[in-house]
């Protein structure tokens, strides 16, 4: 009975001792993780324009100043035409009608109500096109419609990135691998070594004007005035290391 106590009881002994090792081992053991950003970031150019403008005429008889509104809209036609864009291209919106009206005031100030004096047509046009060179270069000289007798305003041009979905797949590949560089420089210098990715958090995409100043957005930039233009984002990555 004494033998088969102490064998247990040596049996015991070892197994204390493994557990206590162990313990050791794991205590000692250097775990945790490295949170980084990295970016991602590229200059690119538009390549798609998209140019508005508007004309009206103003007459007290509203089939009067349609009729001198259709003429305006053949005349921007043709101009437009003949700067080499394609009609296909030219999209005139419906016309709207603003009747005008003049405020009537008494020589002491009190408001004497108001006098119809006539029509007010607009209508507005929009062109879309991958030619951005020549129709930026139209939209700055459409004022030369001014010697038709066309009063035209043009508003500035917007452009745009038709290869946007590639380029923010771009983005996010270099965002990554700056982050895990960054962290594999960490580790290096903490005397440990990178382990597992634990988890990743893609930033929110941003659009500024090539060297603008403009700020970020919480919701994201997406700059449309400028041609030339820098995209970034970030990746946020957390790693494990040993």
Do not use: C
């Not at 250097?30 to 005429?57: A, C, K, P, Y």
């Not at 060179?133 to 500035?156: C, D, H, M, P």
């Not at 090539?210 to 030339?228: P, R």
């Amino acid at each position: 009975m004494k033998s088969i106590t102490a064998i247990i009881f040596s049996v015991a002994i070892v197994l204390a001792a493994i557990v206590l090792g162990n313990a050791v081992i794991n205590r000692n053991k250097h775990q945790g993780t490295i949170n980084v950003t990295g970016l991602g970031e590229s200059n690119f150019t538009s390549d798609l324009i998209v140019w508005e403008g508007n004309f009206s005429r103003n007459s007290s008889d509203i089939q009067s100043a349609y009729a001198n509104l259709e003429k305006d809209r053949k005349a921007v036609t043709e101009y437009l035409v003949s700067k080499g864009i394609p009609a296909s291209q030219l999209v005139f919106n419906a016309v709207t009608t603003n009747p005008q009206y003049r405020q009537n005031y008494s020589d002491d100030g009190r408001y004497l109500g108001q006098t119809f004096t006539g029509y007010q047509l607009n209508q507005s046009l929009q062109i879309e096109s991958k030619e951005v060179e020549k129709v930026e270069k139209i939209s700055r000289e459409i004022t030369e419609l001014l010697n038709q007798g066309i009063a035209f305003y043009s508003q500035q041009p917007r452009y745009y990135y038709t290869e946007l979905e590639s380029l923010k797949l771009e983005m996010i590949a270099k965002a990554t691998e700056d982050a895990r560089i960054r962290a594999e420089k960490i580790a290096e210098n903490s005397g440990s070594e990178l382990d597992d990715l634990i988890s990743a958090n893609m930033g929110v995409f941003q659009i500024t004007g090539q060297n603008s100043g403009e700020d970020y957005s919480w919701g994201g930039a997406f700059n449309t005035n400028s041609k030339n233009k820098t995209a970034s984002i970030t990746m946020k990555l957390v790693f494990e290391v040993d």
